[in-house]
């Protein structure tokens, strides 16, 4: 279970304590269909060539695509030739025991990541991004095995009328989407244990899941998989270190396809569209481990076009969220509190 501690000194410790431990990096683990409330429904999904991270033997370069690689003379030059995906990702293949998500056209669906201390213990790489970088997603119904980077990201647009105009950029948003944490003694994970508390589960354990919700294109074929590129840009600038005075670029990417299902059967919630829905549904005060983000989930909502017109504007959404997530009011945060730890005496700062 969750502990909160109250640790004045919680930072000075963290400064003289800070263990290098912080070299797992960061991608997809999970895509879920979020429902009009605002809560994660029905089975999981998972991006290509998943390894679980119970597997034996499991370490993070499984399933981490870093951009430009290691061992460039040149950390700031990405290729022309530098692949979109990871080899274990290039094609539309699942593994066993981690299938695709099933998700009707236009239906909200997150992906959650985990933060591994680029959140919580920003000190530890100097010269990164105040939001922790910036996560982009973008959806294609026409895939490339060979994918280069440099033809999708910065590329493809809202519009689809960017590069090749064979997708489009569905999401932009801030890495740290204001709530997520991993456990550790520094202040903002204990702030953010405090303010967000979850029961612990057998997916997340004790931590909190960064997400990013998007809504799939509305006019997405049904019967067939919907790819989509998870690209986070974590630049390091230029001087913030001496061995680094160029600065570098620092790119991971996840790779993964949706099952677009016809949503004809109304009686599903798993799959069915939500996007219909109105923010006003969202349910404050849900437990924390199977709810979306509200100003993720407003902004999903709010770029949804007028019902008459075509299919593609749910691909223009207003504006990109570049802005933090606003936190959870005080009021959700008590009655959430309250619920899960009855005899607490919380101290929350
Ligand atoms: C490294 O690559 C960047 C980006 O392509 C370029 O601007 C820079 O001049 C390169 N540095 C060297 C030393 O070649
Ligand atoms: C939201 O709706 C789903 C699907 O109908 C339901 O399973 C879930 O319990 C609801 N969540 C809340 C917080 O009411």
Redesign the pocket.
Known sequence: MLLIRDTVLGGLLLALSLPSTVVGHSWVEQLTVIAPNGTFVGAPGYPRGNIQRSASGFSDTEMTYLIPPNGR??????LPTDKMCKDSQRTAKQTEGSPRLQASAGAAIALRFQENGHVTLPNTQPGKPKNRGTVYVYGTTEPKEDENLLDVHRVWNRDGTGGDRRGVLLSKQNFDDGRCYQINNGDISEHRQAKFPHVADQTMGADLWCQQDIALPSNAPSGKPYTLYWVWDWPTAPGATAELL?GK?EIYTTCMDVDIVDNGDATSTTTHSHVKAGAADYVEGQPLDKASIPSQFAEIVDSRPAASESGKSVLCAATPATALSKPASKTTFLTIYKTIYPSATPTPR
């Open positions: 003379a040149n950390q700031s030059q990405i160029n670029q």
